[in-house]
């Protein structure tokens, strides 16, 4: 898997080092962000601390524009802090080019976000095989690793169907397979049930726990305690700050 996902050994480099310095798979260190529009300073993020383990399930809640999303944007090395580190895998993201963000992004991080971002017109096969098809993955290969990811959404009986014929819960549930398939250690999730009901939020809940026990790390903002409340540890943020947090485990 590691050797067909390398194109030029860096990320088997970057594999490496997670296996090498221990568990933590994440670690922020006073990372401020300053977002600057129309010459007006926005202070999204204020210096905020914290490890995450290998294997955790954190649900990180706070008020509207607190820094939620923002902090799953620099995590995810969507953007770039103003100042402090980010180290994914003991690998300062901040020294890293664009390009090899982009890289340990495609390799090591999904991301699923609130609108689920599929292609209507394309079968659900054919959306989570997307990112396989840019990388060159034969189409048998392809079929294999998607139907297994359909099997464990639930959604193997769909995999033909269009998004637009599926419930916002099953186009969800496609975007998180979609999210999965090229096998990432960390999955970011924006929240993933704000455009749910309470039956299919606690659906995607349950789901997001079940890839947490196979060992899956995820990161999930959310405005659902109850949603929240299915992560072992819960991170609340305020004006750009962690406020407190909570240890279930
Ligand atoms: N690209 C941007 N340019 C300027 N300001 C931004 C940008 N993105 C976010 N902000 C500001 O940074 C702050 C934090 O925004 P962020 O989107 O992280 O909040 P949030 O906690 O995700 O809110 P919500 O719950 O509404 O999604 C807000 O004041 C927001 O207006
Ligand atoms: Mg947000």
Redesign the pocket.
């Known amino acids: 898997m590691k050797q067909e996902m390398s194109t030029d050994g860096n990320i088997e480099a970057l594999s490496q080092d997670i296996v090498d310095k221990g568990s933590t798979i994440i670690e922020l260190i006073d990372v401020k962000k300053v977002?600057v529009?129309d010459g007006v300073p926005?202070e999204?993020m204020r210096g905020i601390s914290f490890k995450v383990t290998k294997g955790e399930f954190i649900a990180v809640v706070?008020?509207?524009?607190?820094?939620?999303?923002?902090?799953l944007h620099l995590i995810g090395g969507l953007d770039r802090p103003t100042s402090g580190r980010i180290l994914i895998g003991g690998n300062d993201i901040n020294k890293l080019s664009d390009d090899k963000l982009a890289e340990l992004r495609n390799e090591k991080i999904g991301f699923v976000f609130q609108f689920y971002n599929l292609v209507p017109y394309l079968p659900v096969i054919k959306n989570v095989e997307l990112p396989l098809i840019v990388k060159g993955v034969s189409s048998q290969e392809r079929r294999e690793r998607v139907l297994k990811l359909l099997e464990e959404v639930g959604l193997k009986d769909k995999a033909f169907t269009r998004p637009t014929r599926l419930s916002g819960g099953e186009q969800q549930r496609v975007a998180i397979a979609r999210a999965l398939i090229n096998n990432p250690e960390i999955l970011l999730a924006d929240?993933p049930t704000g455009n749910l009901d309470s039956k299919n939020s606690i659906m995607i809940a349950e789901l997001f726990r079940r890839l947490n026990d196979k060992g899956r790390t995820i990161l999930m903002?959310t405005?659902n305690l109850l949603v929240a409340s299915y992560a072992k540890r819960i991170l609340y943020?305020r004006d750009?700050l962690i406020e407190k947090e909570e240890n279930k485990a």
Do not use: D, M, R
């Not at 706070?62 to 902090?71: D, E, R």
């Open positions: 977002y529009s926005t999204a706070g008020p509207s524009g607190s820094g939620k999303s923002t902090l929240e903002v405005h943020i750009g």
